[in-house]
């Protein structure tokens, strides 16, 4: 196989298509889970998969699987695959690369007469985002079996609207019970993805192998303390709720910093101030916190010293600290079988590479609990993502297409 051998201009229009189908106007894409829009993206994309002979079945969240059968079917497939769903006010390539990349990575193998023996397995994953729920990957996360249909069942948009409602609204009818996948069900599963950060195309690297996916906790503070007027309350009675917060924030800050590693990251991202007036003293604060590292022992470290701030905190400045882990999930080390087949195969294709983490994380996170995996990571101009000029050459999407279709057909032979 060479290069010569990929449609990329195909792709890149598939891609263009997909990008078209939007809640907002090109080149702006925003495509919310069980929307109109989304509904619209996977007609497109099992219509493609359909045109390539793949068997096209849906779970009862809406995960797609597009199967490409191989000689013998009772062996559990090699997955490949990403998610179409998109923030709002996003870009072309988030996701969408792993899925139409990976079903060119098919295409190509059946118009060079490859045959796989292990069945290939195209998925398109449900709500990678967590636009309407507030929870990521939501698909992935119950095929995992990391959250079960009762808690699925609570889950509420903004509008109050319920999980239950919008998916049975958008065809998808079956047993939540029934998502989990069993033992086996895949024999390895990569995630072809633009990098989202600005490494590999700094360094001029046409492809990352992903050995660590880092993942998130986040943990919800709310500081209550007592309000009043600005000019007279004065300081030795005050119990200001944003000043603890602020003291908060830092002892956050300085918790990854102390870690020593480059790994460990920690953001204040919400910051909700009661009642918001310039005289006023605030009176109740929420925050929401996001704390990520590749190892979890040092990530909950982090935690545990910002819930000792908290105790502290509340002693000295008279408020009230309540605190909520919202979640705490595992981060995943990469098979070290295929990412030995992405190498051999980037080598092959005469592609350059790198090993390297990925700091976000993706579906491929929860397909670590119940599946050998492994990430390809692909450049994007400026490591810019999630924004609408997000954008990844045609020939770095080539390169991980080339990489992947290598990889697939090794590891399904």
Sequence with gaps: MTSADLSIDSLIG????????SEAEPPVVTRVVFGEADRRARAYVKGLCADAGLTVTEDAIGNTFARWVGTDPHLGPIGTGSHIDAIPNAGLYDGCVGVLGGLEAIRTLQKLGFRPRRSIELVIFTAEEPTRFGIGCLGSRMMAGALGAEAARTLRDNEGRGLEELRQAAGFTGPLESIPLSAGRFAGFIELHIEQ?????????????????AAPASVRILME?????AGATLMPGRR?????AAELILALENGARSTGAIDTVATVGVCEVFP???????SRVRLETDIRDIEAARRDGVIAALHGACD?????RGVKI??????????ATCDPAILAALEASA?????????????????????????????LFIPCRGGISHRPDEYAAPEWIGAGVHVLARTLAHLAS
Excluded at 197 to 204: C, S, T, V
Excluded at 277 to 282: E, F, L
Excluded at 312 to 316: G, I, L, N, S
Excluded at 347 to 362: D, E, L
């Design 14 to 21: 598939e891609l263009t298509t997909l990008g078209r189908i």
């Design 197 to 213: 950060g600005p490494e590999l195309e700094r360094k001029g690297i046409d492809v990352g192998l992903v050995t660590h996916i």
């Design 225 to 229: 303390g007592e309000g009043g007027h």
């Design 240 to 244: 200001d709720a944003l000043a603890a």
């Design 276 to 282: 918001g007036a310039v005289n006023s003293i605030p």
């Design 312 to 316: 502290e905190v509340q002693k000295r």
């Design 322 to 331: 309540s605190w909520e882990l919202v979640n705490a999930d595992p981060p």
């Design 347 to 375: 080598k092959a294709a005469g592609r350059s590479y790198q090993m390297m983490v990925s700091r976000a994380y993706h579906d491929s996170l929860f397909m670590a609990r119940v599946a050998p995996v492994a990430m």
